[in-house]
């Protein structure tokens, strides 16, 4: 489309051309920005000779794109597309690789600017320049990102940029923009060989905002982690975004286009989209654009994706889940299976639900691929019954569940900048504090303060987990295997260890004065950050994996880690093509008391059987999960 100059008040005119992606006859930039609310009251502006109505978003960003004296070449989704046709959308969607891949830049429109805005783009100007003549190289390795932000210097360097904005707040306006949280932009930022982030008539290229925030963080100019463990959510958004860029722009870190699709989609779940099927749909360019055969019609091994608008979003997701299961030939894609209000079978991922749950354990805590292999690295060779409401696998039961802690508990901030709040640690300690009633044999295992910083042996009944001492099953089930040297967990025990020793003065604290910690929990508080204010909880970062899970006892006397929707009398099985563990629950069906079914409830890790250990095909059996 050609906008057409103008001045601010002046009304938003365009003309609609048609243009050929094989060719450059004709440079255009394309943009990307938020649709925002469908309910805003819609503004009119004028197309070619009639008129089309666009949310203020839009409308925003294009009188701060327009120039004053020449035109300006753009693609807009909302005005290039056109909107109430299934069709048409479904035909170009597909394009998006090629329209952002081909554009001569991407726009970010942010938003308006505010107040502030302009003293943030100084300071990242500033921080830019000044990263430039410090070798900061190590935040671009792909080892260190995401997890590099509990991983940087604890002794950063002080610099004259340093003191001119230690805790300057105004960082937040940019970190905290919507087109961080919505779907379609990762896409449209990853493709683009020319990125521009733009805030009012403010603006930093993508590669500068890179420098200028990596360099701040290494500086610490914002507190980013929080009493040693707590991450600050302002910095999460562009970490992720930073994280996906590394690995699909690395050759060595691509996988295959069902891996990768797998792995795009659990990076993207937490995004936001209006409509539900752009969930899968927003990802696929980034698929194409690093799997060229992908999504082909005769690609044999690539999943075959339709786009659709037409379709009902139960049929997309199902058939999802299905594709990457079956081209994959691994049950990876189960471990990301929320709570849904679809009425979805339960091994059908609901990737519209933004629910936090716990990671899929196809990767450890610091987001590496896991290694080891439950079933043997057999594959999964799984069926589907005609309508695909039920998923057929092959494997055995275990043992069941007959004890669970709480769910461990995920401590959160509150886009906070590095004040010291009280309150959030009150709340915290609170939410952590042991409870009189527990049930749990072993609640010294309970996510609690007082159960994870407890005597790791108090009241462990000694777990028989297979070729391991029952000493050292607590720490690994706590980690869920993940190891600073994969092939060497001794150095994660010593981190282990050391994080276990430096809550002594807590521990010791709760333990002897338990009602004083409740009446008066900012005693706790001070006793910990006495204890934790010179160096980060070096452990936590370890333990990502484990939130949103729990603590289970089973019938055999292992301890493991259990989906956090699991029950007592839940059932563990393994299963061909499962790197872990599953969980599953047997339901009556239809009320009845004879016919029985399998409802999927999620991953489990099992400290000794995570490798193979007791796998053993001839026992395996047909499963129907409904």
């Known amino acids: 489309m050609e906008l057409q100059p103008g001045h601010p008040k002046s009304p938003i005119i365009c003309q609609l051309r048609e243009h050929t992606l094989s060719t450059n006859d004709n440079p255009y930039e394309a943009l990307s920005y938020v649709w925002g609310d469908e309910h805003q009251t819609r503004i009119t502006i ?7 109505e666009i949310g ?105 940029v340093f003191e001119e904005y230690f805790a300057d707040g105004t960082i937040v306006d940019i ?87 797998t792995r795009l989609l659990i990076h993207c779940r937490h995004r936001e989209s209006q409509d539900p099927r752009d969930k899968i749909y927003a990802v696929l360019g980034i698929l194409r654009n690093s799997h060229s055969e992908a999504l082909k019609a005769d690609a044999l091994d690539a999943p075959k994706v339709e786009v659709g608008y037409g379709k009902d979003v139960r049929e997309v997701y199902r058939s999802m889940s299905r594709e990457l299961i079956l081209k994959a030939n691994n049950l990876d894609v189960l471990g990301i299976c929320p709570k849904s209000k679809l009425d979805l079978p339960s091994w059908v991922s ?38 695909t409401s039920r998923l057929i696998i092959h494997g055995f039961k ?18 906070t900048l590095g004040s010291k709040d009280s309150a ?67 150095d994660t025990k010593l981190i282990y260890e050391h994080w276990y020793n430096l809550l002594h003065p807590l521990r010791k604290f709760v333990t002897r004065y338990n009602w004083l910690s409740r009446a008066f929990p900012s005693l706790a508080i001070a006793v910990y950050m006495r204890a ?14 484990s939130q949103y899970r729990r603590l ?23 299963a061909r093509g499962g790197r872990v563990p599953l969980v599953v629950r047997e339901e009556a069906l239809n009320g009845g008391d004879v016919q029985k079914r399998m409802r999927f409830i999620g991953e489990a890790y099992l400290h000794g059987i995570m490798d193979g250990e007791i796998w053993d095909e001839e026992k395996a059996r047909e499963i129907e999960i409904w």
């Not at 290494?218 to 860029?245: C, T």
């Not at 609901?350 to 590496?368: K, V, Y």
């Not at 569940?401 to 508990?409: H, M």
């Not at 019938?555 to 699991?566: C, I």
């Open 46 to 52: 004028q197309v070619n000779d009639g008129s089309l």
């Open 56 to 160: 203020p978003s839009l409308h925003c960003a294009l009188r701060f794109l327009r120039h004053p004296e020449q035109k300006r070449f753009l693609w807009v989704d909302a005005i290039c597309i056109d909107q109430s046709s299934f069709r048409e959308r479904s035909i170009q969607v597909p394009l998006m690789c090629e329209i952002y891949r081909n554009a001569t830049a991407t726009i970010c429109f942010l938003g308006p600017e505010i107040s502030t805005t302009q003293t943030m783009f100084t300071m990242l100007e500033k921080l830019a320049e000044e990263s430039k003549t410090i070798n900061e190289g190590r935040l671009n390795s792909a080892e260190t990102l995401p997890a590099f932000v509990s991983d940087l210097p604890r002794h950063p360097v002080r610099t004259k």
């Open 175 to 261: 970190a905290t923009r919507t087109w961080w949280h919505r779907a379609w932009t990762v896409q449209e930022l990853m493709l683009s060989s020319n990125a521009t982030l733009m805030i009012g008539k403010y603006t930093i290229t993508w590669d500068d905002l890179c420098a200028a925030v990596d360099h701040g963080l290494n500086m610490q100019i914002w507190e980013h982690v929080f009493l040693g463990f707590i991450v600050n959510p302002v910095v999460v958004p562009y970490i992720s975004m930073r994280a996906l860029m590394n690995r699909y722009r690395l050759p060595d870190q691509l996988d295959t286009s069902a891996v990768d699709l």
């Open 350 to 387: 609901d990737w519209s639900a933004t629910d936090r749950i716990g990671s899929p354990l196809m990767q450890d805590s610091l987001e590496r691929t896991r290694t080891t292999h439950a079933t043997k690295h057999t594959k999964a060779n799984a069926l589907f019954s005609s309508d």
């Open 398 to 415: 275990v043992t069941t569940i007959t004890a669970l802690s709480d769910i461990l508990p995920v401590p959160v901030m509150h886009n």
């Open 424 to 490: 959030l640690l009150e709340k915290f300690i609170k939410s952590l504090m042991p409870k009189d009633d527990s049930s749990i044999p072993y609640a010294a295992l309970a996510p609690d303060f007082e159960s994870t910083i407890a005597n790791k042996d108090s009241r462990l009944h000694e777990p028989t987990n297979p070729g391991i001492e029952h000493s050292e099953v607590y720490w690994h089930t706590l980690c869920s295997g993940t190891y600073k040297d994969p092939n060497s967990p001794e």
């Open 532 to 545: 934790t204010w010179a160096t980060y909880g070096d452990f936590w970062p370890y333990m990502v994996a």
């Open 552 to 574: 289970g006892k089973l019938g055999n006397g292992w301890l493991g880690m259990m989906p956090g929707d699991a029950k007592v009398g839940d059932i563990v099985i393994l």
